[in-house]
Nanobody, 127 residues
């Protein structure tokens, strides 16, 4: 069972940037497709971005396209979410998740596809 720990959240001004990191235990990040999801207060958790095990396939929510970039460094057991052009509506708790079952080139948007989840990191964007 893999454990995931997110970091890099915090307070940013609109238009600013943050880079979230998610470190996986076990040294086996390469076995998982990885995703980022977020949950704003009072809302359901929603998909943000995903990257396949191969690292060659990415998927983004419409709200993230052109502003966010997901990347992975298997040697460092870390997946990143670079967030630029932040908006107040990006305020949420951000979660990373690991998907063991998907094929090598799948970057799933589906939450139930992900077996393992971190505890989240808060991102707050002010006007």
């Amino acid at each position: 069972q893999v454990q995931l720990v997110e970091s890099g959240g915090g307070l940013a001004q609109a238009g600013g940037s943050l880079r979230l990191s998610c470190v996986a235990s076990e040294g086996a990040l390469s076995r998982y497709a990885m995703g980022w999801f977020r949950q704003a207060s009072g809302n359901e958790r929603e998909f943000v971005a995903a990257i396949s095990r191969s690292g060659q396939v990415n998927s983004y929510a419409d709200s993230a396209k052109g502003r966010f970039t997901i990347a992975r460094d298997n040697a460092a057991n870390t997946v990143y979410l670079q967030m630029n052009g932040l908006k107040p509506e990006d305020t949420a708790v951000y979660y990373c998740a690991a998907d063991f079952r998907s094929s090598y080139s799948t970057a799933s948007r589906i939450q139930v596809q992900y077996e393992y989840w971190g505890r989240g990191t808060q991102v707050t964007v002010s006007e």
